[in-house]
């Protein structure tokens, strides 16, 4: 399962999925297949994000599905996507997220 709450924290905290691999010790394809649930993460993992995002552990962890269940399984089937397309999602997902604070204050504004 994507670990919406760890990606989202990174994206607002404007740091790439090649950087965290790098201050992590890993390759960025290891730290996107945590990222987006694909492995497992150890409490060792967690740990360390949690230092380098500078938050608590409990911000950002989100437990895996159980192995063996049929979502589980799908994704393990259908999981190969390109670096080049997690890239472009990665800097959509981290555009909206500033469009949407520009709405906020926009909207404050207004008010």
């Known amino acids: 399962m994507k670990k919406v709450k760890l990606q989202k924290i990174r994206l607002?905290?404007?740091?790439?999925?090649?950087?965290?691999?790098?201050?992590?010790?890993?390759?960025?394809?290891?730290?996107s297949r945590k990222e987006r649930g694909?492995?497992?993460?150890?409490?060792?993992?967690?740990?360390?994000?949690?230092k380098v995002l500078e938050v608590d552990k409990s911000e950002i962890y989100e437990d895996s599905p159980k192995k063996g269940t049929i979502a589980n399984s799908l994704k393990k089937q259908y999981s190969v996507v390109p670096t080049s397309l997690m890239e472009k999602i990665d800097f959509l997902t981290r555009e909206n997220l500033e469009l949407k604070e520009k709405l906020k204050k926009f909207e404050n504004q207004n008010n």
């Not at 497992?40 to 967690?46: G, I």
């Open 38 to 50: 694909l492995t497992d993460m150890t409490e060792e993992d967690w740990e360390q994000i949690a």
């Open 12 to 31: 607002e905290r404007e740091i790439t999925q090649d950087a965290m691999a790098n201050l992590l010790h890993m390759k960025q394809a290891t730290y």
